[in-house]
């Protein structure tokens, strides 16, 4: 090889490795500076809320002295919410992947609405809210309820199950299609026994995380009145309800030493949520994963 040829070579390689260099320590940094400020804020919010945790704290309802006040009508009206989001997001998502991945044909009208589908999951959570304000509350007339704050965060959410489960479907390898068919499944038994089973873990973690945003969202339910003290759980998904991040966004407005620190007990309990959530969704996968 003329000595040329070998020189140009070293030098792209050492540039590549200079470039190289320069995006790790750019990747290192980025991550070491989010882990900081993530350690520095857990820190702050276990070290202010950790004296207020008690049970008193999570069986009370809300109360006009901080040393009486509870998060009991949060925790419930968040497990509510969530249980409602998941029913009804979780349904039509997965039912709207399968039809756009399997069932529509591949078009500009497909392409167009899978193009709406993913611009939506960017759009911020107080225009959903405005959305559920409009309908739900005016034009079906189903009032500030934990009705109308299930179905608004369920269209909040909606675009990222939508998104994650097509992903799902997506990663299935088309030789087990293939085969199903060519053992004289139908289209529906393709889908039903070899394409969703295959597709799970990744359909239940995206609903789950996707849930995990839901349960820490403030803005919409705000829009579409979740009270900031009820003294009462709710009996049916007509009645008023409040959340966790709203309990915690009306300690944190309010004047005085002890209340930020009732919002950051409210704070750990939230997290504590998120957590399970998350763990959850890792186990389930692993689960799944084992299998298929």
């Known amino acids: 090889m003329p000595l040329r040829n070998q020189d140009d070579m070293y030098k792209r390689r050492k540039r590549r490795t200079a470039k190289n260099n320069i995006f790790r320590t ?12 993530l350690a520095m804020l857990i820190y702050r919010v276990l ?6 945790l008690s049970w008193d704290f999570i069986r009370n309802f809300a109360a006009p002295y901080p040393d009486e006040a509870g998060l009991l009508a949060g925790i419930v009206g968040s497990l509510y919410l969530m249980g409602i989001v998941a029913i009804f997001s979780i349904v039509v998502g997965v039912s709207t992947a399968i039809y756009l991945e399997e069932y529509a044909k591949k078009g500009k009208l497909t392409t167009f609405i899978q193009m709406n589908i993913q611009n939506l999951a960017g759009v911020p959570s107080v225009v959903f809210g405005l959305l559920g304000l409009t309908f739900f509350v005016y034009v079906l007339d189903f009032g500030y309820s934990l009705l109308t704050g299930g179905l608004t965060m369920s269209l909040l959410v909606l675009p990222i199950i939508v998104v994650s489960s097509q992903e799902a479907l997506r990663s299935v390898p088309s030789e087990l299609k293939e085969a199903s068919a060519a053992m004289g499944a139908s289209k529906w038994q393709t889908i ?4 969703l089973p295959a597709a799970l873990p990744g359909m239940i973690t995206g609903s789950i995380l996707a849930l995990s945003r839901a349960i820490g969202e403030t803005a919409p339910l705000l829009v579409v009145g979740a009270a900031t003290a009820i003294y009462s759980l709710p009996d049916s998904v007509v009645d008023s309800y409040t959340v966790m991040p709203i309990q915690i966004y009306s300690w944190i407005s309010k004047p005085g030493d002890e209340w930020p620190l009732l919002a950051a007990a409210g704070i750990i309990i939230l997290l504590i949520f998120l957590l399970i959530m998350n763990t959850i969704a890792v186990l389930i996968r692993n689960k799944f994963q084992r299998r298929y």
């Open 47 to 52: 070290s202010q809320g950790t004296g207020s």
């Open 26 to 37: 750019l990747f290192f940094t980025a991550t070491t500076v989010g882990l900081i400020v």
């Open 192 to 195: 039903f026994r070899v394409v």
